[in-house]
């Protein structure tokens, strides 16, 4: 069985702090990793990809790749009440075109 | 760039109906689109994989008869669900794989059904 795996949190941190999303996967060959962000009430938007080992920065966000851990995480630098909003993680095996999602982490960001 | 959009974004019809939901990519062609669903507070479902000129790859456990799929161009691909019934209210959301960025997919805004 193929899965993504993610605390449900909620993960509550303050204004201006780094709120650390973490995911784990199953299949160890998987080769495409996506952070997607999803407010309440609407569709799922693309935040990160990454493809290789290490760290892809992108504005306030910084996703983390170590595949000989399977592990993924999304960094959110001087985090604003804006980005509360639950975070899926999703993989696609190799050969593969279907993305697996985690349930989600429900971050929270308190003034 | 990027943008793929859903119609309607809302519809309430009565059981026994058919509705039919369209996905658009605007600025990029799709040769992959992927149908979802997604009820209160779980995550997405994938329902099926929808693949231009050629038929519909379905999940297990979704009705290929109920859900009808067709993907006639590489930006349009539509989503009819045929005789509806209240199990069927829903949030259905497409998405669409951008052939010139490898894997990455984007998601329509999703269209919220309701059946009475």
């Known amino acids: 069985q193929k899965e993504v795996e993610q605390n449900s949190g909620p993960l509550s941190v303050p204004e201006g702090a780094i709120a650390s999303l973490n995911c784990t996967y199953s299949?160890?060959?998987?080769?495409?990793f996506f952070w997607y962000r999803q407010y309440s009430g609407k569709s799922p938007e693309l935040i990160m990809s990454i493809y290789s080992n290490g760290d892809k920065e992108d504005g306030r966000f910084t996703a983390q790749l170590n595949k000989a851990s399977q592990y993924v995480s999304l960094l959110i630098r001087d985090s604003q009440p804006s980005d509360s909003a639950t975070y899926l993680c999703?993989?696609?095996?190799?050969?593969?075109?279907?993305?697996?999602f985690g349930t989600g982490t429900q971050l929270k960001v308190e003034l | 760039g990027a943008v793929v959009s859903q119609h309607p974004s809302r519809v309430i019809c009565k059981s026994g109906t058919s509705v039919k939901i369209e996905c658009r990519s605007l600025?990029?062609?799709?040769?992959?689109m992927f149908w979802y669903r997604q009820f209160p507070k779980q995550s997405l479902m994938l329902m099926a994989t929808s693949n231009e000129g050629s038929k519909a790859t379905y999940e297990q456990g979704v009705e290929k008869d109920k859900f009808l799929i067709n993907h006639a161009s590489l930006t349009l691909s539509t989503l009819t669900v045929t005789s509806a019934h209240p199990e069927d209210s829903s949030f259905y959301i497409c998405?669409?794989?951008?052939?010139?960025?490898?894997?990455?997919?984007?998601f329509g805004p999703g269209t919220r059904l309701t059946v009475t």
């Open positions: 600025d990029f062609q799709a040769t992959t």
């Open positions: 999703a993989v696609v095996s190799e050969g593969g075109n279907k993305l697996t």
């Open positions: 998405s669409a794989r951008d052939v010139e960025r490898s894997y990455e997919q984007y």
């Open positions: 299949d160890r060959g998987s080769q495409s």
